[in-house]
């Protein structure tokens, strides 16, 4: 009975410490960046090769910045032991090399040579009226929630998702899709959405002014706004006649049409899928 008692701490202490360590594992890596005058706007500017960003506004006058390996980089298997390597254990390398750089209310994150072939997932939480340009190239999603200002995201192999967004956005996914909703938009500003491979689906408020322009090349445009198409196409190439009396002119193949009467423009561009055009509620 003695011996199954002490089997039985034993076995305790050795899950306590292994949670510790997990724990301390999980945790990743954590910077606090005071801006230079929390009065004032932030912009953050981002760029990954491998890995997700999610940006989140919240009521705090700091930008939070978290950066962890992703699980898969750390639980990989260990390699074929060699002679070097017999009697050793591969320890995972789980740091993310994150660097914070604060300058006039711009902060500027980064993993150290961009984070080179390893996954490094960023949360961070940022001041509400924040603008951004974010990026990565492979094995993330971008998403961005609550903010006020202008975004900027281009995801190569990926997803953005954005949501109860104040401003305007620029959006861009080679292979994926674009989730967009707006609980605001600036009415002086110009948008664009495009992505290659993936459908585009963007929600503005119901009384927002728009004259949209829209192409999807295999694909269909689909809105529950009202509308209102132009019947005619732009010019947008025209060649004098040569001396051959060839005469050329190529109109484009966007179709144009206005949303309450019109306002700044809105692209919509796509190749191979559906254009979603919604009015929020």
């Not at 995972?92 to 490094?120: F, K, P, Q, Y």
């Not at 408020?205 to 196409?233: H, N, R, W």
């Amino acid at each position: 009975m003695k011996n199954l008692i002490l089997l039985c701490l034993c076995l305790i202490v050795t899950l306590c410490a292994s949670s510790r360590l997990l724990s301390q594992t999980d945790a990743g890596d954590r910077l606090t960046v005071p801006l230079s005058d929390p009065s004032r706007p932030a912009f953050l500017k981002v760029g990954l090769i491998s890995g997700s960003i999610t940006v989140e506004g919240y009521s705090g006058k700091e930008v939070l910045v978290e950066g962890k390996t992703s699980k898969e980089d750390g639980d990989e298997e260990e390699p074929e032991k060699t002679e070097k390597t017999r009697g050793l254990h591969r320890i995972a390398n789980t740091s993310t090399g994150l660097t914070v750089e604060e300058d006039n209310n711009e902060v500027t994150v980064g993993t150290g040579a961009m984070g080179g072939s390893r996954t490094i997932n960023l949360m961070i939480k940022v001041p509400l009226r924040t603008s951004m340009k974010l990026s990565t190239i492979n094995s993330g999603v971008i998403t961005v929630s609550h903010v006020d200002g202008d975004l900027e995201a281009s995801n190569t192999n990926g997803s953005i998702v954005i949501s109860d967004a104040n401003g305007s956005a620029v959006v861009d996914a080679l292979n994926g899709n674009i989730t967009v909703s707006f609980t605001g938009v600036n009415p002086q500003k110009s948008m664009s959405f495009s992505s290659l491979n993936g459908n585009i689906d963007v929600t503005f408020p119901s009384t927002v002014k728009a004259t949209v322009k829209m192409k999807t090349e295999q694909g269909e445009i689909y809105s529950d706004f009202d509308i209102k198409m132009s019947t005619s196409a732009t010019k947008m190439e025209e060649n004098e006649r040569g001396k051959r009396g060839k005469y050329r002119v190529t109109l484009e193949k966007m179709m144009t049409g206005t949303i309450n009467g019109g306002g700044a423009e809105v692209q919509f561009k796509n190749f191979n899928g559906d254009i979603y055009i919604r009015k929020g509620k």
